[in-house]
């Protein structure tokens, strides 16, 4: 065999071997583009279209919410008993972007969980119900209003504003800890504990959605409450 015989044909495949090589690159680039170009109209129309529908529900909630404000206002506004007019207030309205974050830490629900199953079993609550149980009615008073029994406590006539947060647990257990604090101190201590400690600094209490006023207390005890309205 001469050499010559085979470089001619050998150069004609590597030619050719390029040229769909070349031919190969080219339909793979296209494809990637085309796959590229489709996957971005596909996040940009899911994108407005997730937008579009937490606009629309953020409407909704807007509009439901004033609905039944408006209701309210009405209903105590026509009532011929009510002795006092209603307003509709726009900080009333329930707001999404209002929740305070709620990190669930399944731990420290434990450790609460336990702190209060601890609390139901121990002596002094066992003592409690039983004093309770055994409360003959012949003793209990004809009326009894907190406010006088402890009239140098004025948190007890304290009326809060919770607003568009549905924080019923941290307000009452807040309440509850002012009122028992200045009971105990029989009047020397007087200030408004804080329920947005518990909303915003309690890991396990609750949110503007809700939450455990039973983990509130809990925290106030673990972890005592800063003063504040
Ligand atoms: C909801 O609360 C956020 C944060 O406080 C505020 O920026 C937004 O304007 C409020 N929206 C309404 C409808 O009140
Ligand atoms: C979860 O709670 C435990 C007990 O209170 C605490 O030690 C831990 O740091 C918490 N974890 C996080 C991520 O906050
Ligand atoms: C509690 O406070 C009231 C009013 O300040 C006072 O008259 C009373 O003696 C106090 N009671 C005790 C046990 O200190």
Redesign the pocket.
């Known amino acids: 065999m001469f050499p010559t015989d085979k470089v001619p044909s050998g150069t004609r495949t590597t030619f050719e071997t390029r040229r769909t090589r070349k031919r190969l690159v080219q339909v793979a680039v296209t494809v990637s583009v085309v796959i590229l170009l489709l996957s971005a109209v596909i996040g940009l129309v899911y994108g407005s279209f997730y937008l579009y529908r937490r606009y629309v529900k953020d409407a909704n909630d807007q509009r439901e919410s004033d609905e039944y404000l408006r209701k309210l206002v009405r209903q105590v506004n026509d009532s011929p008993e009510t002795t006092w007019k209603a307003k509709f207030n726009k900080f009333g309205v329930k707001n999404r972007s209002y929740g305070f974050k709620y990190?669930r830490?399944q731990?420290?629900v434990e450790?609460y969980m336990e702190h209060i199953r601890k609390f139901f079993e121990s002596d002094a609550m066992k003592r409690h119900l039983e004093e309770l149980e055994n409360y003959k009615d012949s003793d209990l008073p004809k009326d009894f209003d907190a406010r006088l029994k402890w009239a140098n406590c004025p948190s007890i006539s304290n009326v809060p504003n919770q607003g568009g947060c549905g924080s019923c647990f941290a307000v009452a257990a807040a309440g509850v800890a002012s009122d028992r604090a200045c009971i105990h101190s029989n009047g020397t201590f007087k200030a408004l504990l804080s329920e947005e400690d518990i909303i915003g600094c309690c890991?396990v209490c609750g949110n503007c959605y809700g939450g455990d006023p039973l983990k509130a207390l809990t925290y106030w005890v673990n972890q005592g409450l800063v003063t504040g309205k």
Do not use: I, K, R, V
Request: proline content about 0%.
């Open positions: 990190t830490n731990t420290a450790e890991s």
